[in-house]
């Protein structure tokens, strides 16, 4: 078992940055993939960026604007958000798939982008 918490989101104007930090309870092995999901409104959950031990994806309608890190030093995975746009706006949630497949979710964190 694994806990993850997000922390970061928040209110922006379009343009702007946010920064989102996901703390897992456990070490960050280089087997796990990590990942940030969000969810508008009425709409499915969709993937924002994965990374593994040396690899980084990215959804179409983040690239260039988002990047993604982990420190598995610091049990940690973040999103750097820039150039925020309104349809960004989203309940953010972190996600950690182990080697068997496992997926453990975080609470989520609201990001809300105002045009």
């Known amino acids: 078992q694994v806990q993850l918490v997000e922390s970061g989101g928040g209110l922006v104007q379009a343009g702007g940055s946010l920064r989102l930090s996901c703390a897992a309870s456990?070490?960050?092995?280089?087997?796990?993939?990590m990942a940030w999901y969000r969810q508008a409104p009425g709409k499915q959950r969709e993937l924002v960026a994965t990374i593994t031990s040396g690899h980084t994806n990215y959804a179409d309608s983040v690239k260039g604007r988002f990047t993604i890190s982990r420190d598995n030093a610091k049990n940690t995975v973040s999103l750097q958000m820039n150039s925020l746009k309104p349809e960004d706006t989203a309940v953010y949630f972190c996600?950690?798939?182990?080697?068997?497949?496992?997926?453990?979710w975080g609470q989520g964190t609201q990001v809300t982008v105002s045009s």
């Open positions: 456990r070490t960050i092995s280089n087997t796990d993939t």
């Open positions: 996600n950690l798939e182990n080697r068997w497949s496992s997926n453990y």
